[in-house]
């Protein structure tokens, strides 16, 4: 069965703090493998997508790994900020252009001043 | 997202009543999405249509209809509510032949079916 974990369920940090959150698969096929970040009471927003090619990519203060060997990824967030604080969902695509997307139940993120 | 927008944000009913969730969106996208969101799991897709006259089961359908009334519009019911569909409901959209299949979320609809 295809799934998606994620660790930790949650993660309370200081401001100014790096954190890395995880994200281990088991859907196969592989197309690509997303983060969002969801506000309290919003939609998920993407924050990157990479391809089974990619290593690495970054968004500002946030850079995620890919391997896909293990299939395990991994989200960094550098300098923390409070309005980091969200829930950040790890999102498996099996197919390029499919539909059926794989998500994980999230790292609910607080960072505290 | 603004592009995509839901209607109600809020809705508390009862039991067995009848509810429909409303999605618009202004991205001109021809895919549209219906997923459910339970604490400590992950988005569950209900229904998705590809374009009005394409609809399509996703894993939990039973309990719930759509129906796509324009490229832009896509609306979720509940025929007859129960407890257990108490949950944030969310649509997405996204762009046909866009790589990736990058799909843009609504802010959501907290349902409570007492």
């Known amino acids: 069965k295809n799934q998606v974990e994620q660790s930790p369920q949650s993660l309370i940090i200081l401001e100014g703090k790096n954190c890395t959150l995880q994200c281990n698969y088991t859907v196969s096929p592989f197309s690509n493998l997303r983060w969002y970040k969801q506000d309290t009471g919003r939609g998920p927003v993407s924050l990157t997508i990479m391809t089974f090619s990619e290593n690495t990519k970054s968004n500002g203060r946030y850079t995620a790994t890919l391997d896909a060997d293990t299939k395990q990824s991994s989200l960094h967030i550098t300098a923390s900020q409070l309005s980091d604080s969200a829930s950040y969902i790890c999102?498996?695509?099996?197919?390029?252009?499919?539909?059926?997307?794989?998500f994980g139940a999230g790292t609910i993120l607080r960072v505290k001043s | 997202d603004a592009d995509v927008t839901q209607t109600p944000r809020n809705r508390i009913t009862k039991t067995g009543k009848r509810i429909m969730l409303e999605c618009s969106q202004t991205?001109?996208?021809?895919?549209m999405y219906w997923y459910r969101q339970d604490p400590g799991l992950g988005l569950q897709l209900i229904y998705y249509?590809?374009?009005?006259?394409?609809?399509n089961k996703g894993e939990i359908s039973d309990g719930y209809s759509v129906s796509r009334q324009a490229q832009a519009k896509f609306s979720l019911s509940l025929e007859s509510a129960i407890p257990n569909q108490t949950a944030l409901y969310f649509c997405?959209?996204?762009?046909?032949?866009?790589?990736?299949?990058?799909?843009?979320f609504g802010p959501g609809t907290r349902l409570t079916v007492l």
């Open positions: 249509s590809f374009d009005v006259k394409d609809i």
């Open positions: 991205k001109g996208h021809d895919r």
């Open positions: 999102v498996v695509s099996p197919e390029l252009y499919g539909n059926k997307l794989v």
């Open positions: 997405a959209t996204s762009d046909l032949g866009r790589i990736y299949n990058e799909q843009f």
